[in-house]
């Protein structure tokens, strides 16, 4: 059986509050610190969108054809985003053309969209979770 003590002074109760409060202090810190990366990641994201769209608007796709170009965008932020540079991020962008091209989706386009994509600043997704020392 474990006993548990049943009260707490007032000055217990108090010097506890003060412990904790750097902890939590730090803690909101953190978190507030991790929203406001994700939130700024997410806008720079959507303005990279408009960009491919603007792409996309130029070529008269509409509608549900512009989906994979989308991802094409994506897959394509998300390889700069992993730190490929030169020739690596060259050959993944023209392995990632080709698959979309077997797809269906126009090369012509593709290039453009990817020349786009390699134009804009780097962009993490707010799904990653940024490094705090």
Do not use: C
């Not at 290039?111 to 390699?118: G, I, M």
């Amino acid at each position: 059986m474990v006993h548990r003590r049943t009260g707490w002074s007032a000055d217990e109760r108090i010097a506890r509050y003060e412990a904790k409060k750097d902890v939590m202090a730090k803690a909101y810190d953190k978190a507030r610190y991790i929203m406001s990366v994700q939130s700024a990641n997410v806008g720079a994201s959507i303005s990279a969108m408009d960009s491919v769209k603007n792409v996309l608007n130029s070529y008269g796709i509409i509608g549900p054809m512009r989906v994979p170009y989308l991802n094409f965008a994506r897959r394509v932020l998300r390889l700069i985003d992993e730190g490929l540079t030169g020739d690596a991020v060259e050959r993944a962008i023209n392995m990632l053309i080709h698959d979309f091209k077997l797809m269906g989706l126009r090369e012509d386009v593709l290039k453009d969209v990817a020349n786009v994509a390699r134009g804009l600043p780097k962009v993490a997704g707010f799904y990653v979770q940024p490094k705090l020392s």
